[in-house]
């Protein structure tokens, strides 16, 4: 018994080897550091880290995507090498993010065109009589009762209560669709047919009096309303004059579909909506590199394919290139198509475009980083050089894979001919190579919501083209996880720490906390309740990105107090609803299990 009692000990040891006595406390760090005062703000900010406890500090900073452009002030990053150099001298461990393949503003400035873009497949124009330009010919055949002019027709098939027409207020004829005070869901909808692979255009105009709640619009396959090809938001809180709105989509492979208007959950005060309308676009944020083509061809012989330069003009969109910062709506008027003297497109002549565009994310207006085409590599490469001289040697890198709301669209990642998940994958492995090379030596994080079932790691995950599951098979052990699942925390903490049958590998993780939930002191104690008994949790992070600094003591008191809990917790593990047994305890326990039968056969006595 005593040496069963001895192996036991030693199961818990197993569990408890990777847990450090006090935890990594880290926190985010918003700078921008433009003059003297923002530097002395930062360093100030650091000091009362230290002062708290913390350990590690994660920038936020823009020049960390600019600092490898020519167009980026030197002085920048001279203050942000000071501003490094003084928490690094103050014993914070520093954390730099590179290459944000979510969201990817920032870094496109590089080059707009670096973008991921969906592609439109057969988009219909026709020569003008003149014969010196292109025509988009509309083959969306319109909203019914777009003004709600015709009472209730064509939009109530929700059947929600909070819905009803008002023949008092309108944008534009006698009546508009109103939410008033609604308890629950309040959506208009109309059932529509698109043609596959096209751009559109939706336009609508809102008015509101002493709004709150949660507005938007989205466009759902009929077939699945998992496939989202709109989902976005109608500012409406508070009380707005009639305020229009414009949003592009792609049908991506719909050929039918519903659009919703109005309130998800319930509502306080008053929301009008008036003049839906959607039309087929194109050309709005069209890319042009080598992953995305554009192809001009006849309609009746899609073999002739026209020249670009020869038979039409070359095709852009100004604003891609007028701009390092092109996305800054969700729609505007595309530019013409003109032909030049001596093109062979003759008046009346119909011809089809197929191209790639950039789809900016509504609400944010967040693009997305194409993950294979060799400029965004190349980039990458210049990039993680230019962060090496401003990073002390040692200290560790953020791969900045969050969010990635669009993927596998372009035809540089098409032409793997990999799922999604397996993309990411692919893009994971030869960031890890760059950065091997690179900062040899350094510590690797990466955010957890794209490698995690619990939360973006999923089939029709906003839209991204193809199944996101998977993603996680490859990601090294030596990779540590910023957890920021909160909502799913205790399943998701237990999913990298290798708990579940589909994924063994055992990771380090951060907790990523706060969230600018108010009280810093409770977060950080519900998420190491969260964290009970699952193995290899290494600390928390203070996590804002509103720069509310304000709980930053209250989280790091609570995650230090409460840390002992954690470690005690490791003695005693229990199982977790959704989650298997850690590995490490099965294999302890077996042996256990052996050394009491072998002991209880007599073999073991001496």
């Not at 014969?131 to 019914?144: A, K």
């Not at 989509?249 to 050929?255: E, K, V």
């Not at 380090?508 to 002191?521: E, T």
Request: charged content about 20%.
């Amino acid at each position: 018994m005593r040496r069963l009692v001895i192996v036991l000990f030693l199961a818990v040891r197993v569990l408890c080897a990777d847990a450090p006595a006090a935890p990594e406390l880290w926190y985010w760090h918003h700078s921008y550091l433009a003059n003297e005062k923002a530097v002395a703000s930062s360093e100030a900010l650091i000091d009362r880290a230290i002062a708290a406890g913390y350990t590690g500090v994660a920038f936020w900073d823009s020049s960390f995507s600019f600092m490898s452009d020519s167009f980026w002030p030197a002085e920048n990053v001279a203050r942000l090498r000071k501003v490094i150099d003084y928490a690094a001298s103050k014993g914070l461990q520093i954390m730099a993010p590179v290459a944000p393949f979510g969201f990817a503003n920032d870094a496109l400035q590089a080059n707009p065109n670096l973008a991921e873009a969906q592609r439109i497949i057969g988009a219909h124009f026709q020569v003008d009589p003149a014969g010196r330009r292109l025509r988009l010919i509309n083959s969306f055949r319109g909203l019914s009762n777009p003004g709600f002019e015709s009472g209730d027709a064509d939009w109530f098939s929700t059947h929600d209560t909070g819905i009803a027409i008002d023949t008092a207020i309108a944008h534009s004829g006698h009546a508009s669709g109103v939410i008033r005070s609604a308890r629950g869901n309040a959506r208009f909808r109309q059932e529509m047919a698109v043609t596959p692979w096209r751009q559109y255009h939706l336009r609508l105009f809102f008015k509101s009096e002493s709004f709150r709640g949660l507005a938007q619009l989205g466009v759902l396959d009929e077939g699945s309303a998992a496939k989202e090809r709109l989902n976005a938001p109608i500012p409406a809180s508070g009380t707005h004059d009639w305020t229009q709105l414009d949003f592009t989509f792609n049908s991506q492979d719909s050929t039918r579909a519903w659009l919703y208007a109005g309130v998800w959950g319930g509502n306080s005060g008053t929301l009008w909506l008036d003049d839906i309308q959607i039309e087929e676009t194109a050309l709005v944020y069209v890319a042009r590199r080598d992953g995305t083509p554009v192809r001009l061809y006849d309609t009746r012989t899609p073999q002739t394919v026209f020249r670009e330069g020869v038979d039409y003009d070359t095709i852009t969109d100004p604003r891609m290139t007028s701009t390092r910062t092109p996305f800054t709506d969700l729609y505007h008027e595309p530019a013409p198509i003109t032909l030049p003297a001596g093109t062979s497109l003759r008046p009346g002549q119909t011809v089809a475009i197929d191209f790639y565009a950039v789809f900016p994310i509504p609400g944010l207006v967040q693009v997305a980083m194409c993950l294979t085409d060799r400029g965004v590599l190349e980039w990458q490469r210049r990039n993680a050089e230019a962060v090496r001289e401003v990073l002390p040697r040692g200290h560790a890198i953020l791969m900045q894979y969050d969010e990635i709301r669009q993927m596998n669209s372009c035809a540089s990642c098409r032409a793997k001919r990999l799922s999604a998940g397996e993309l990411l994958d692919w893009s994971l492995g030869e960031s890890i190579r760059t950065y091997d090379t690179v900062f040899p030596g350094a510590k690797l994080y990466v955010w957890s919501d794209m490698f995690d079932p619990y939360h973006n790691a999923r089939d029709h995950y906003y839209y991204v083209e193809g199944d996101l599951t998977g993603s996680w098979e490859k990601v090294p052990a030596n990779v540590t996880i910023l957890n920021w699942n909160l909502d799913h925390l205790q399943e998701s903490l237990a999913w990298f720490a290798g708990q579940d049958p589909r994924q063994r590998v055992a990771h380090s993780q951060i907790i990523a906390g706060y969230y600018d939930k108010g009280d810093g002191g409770r977060a950080a104690r519900t998420e190491l309740a969260e964290a009970a008994g699952i193995r290899g949790i290494a600390g928390l992070m203070y996590t804002t990105w509103s720069d509310d600094y304000s709980q930053m003591e209250s989280f790091a008191v609570a995650a230090k107090a409460g840390w002992r809990a954690y470690l005690t917790s490791l003695s005693r593990p229990t199982l977790v609803a959704s989650r298997a047994l850690p590995a490490a305890l099965l294999a302890a326990l077996g042996a256990a299990i052996a050394a009491f039968v072998w002991m209880r056969s007599g073999r073991g006595a001496r």
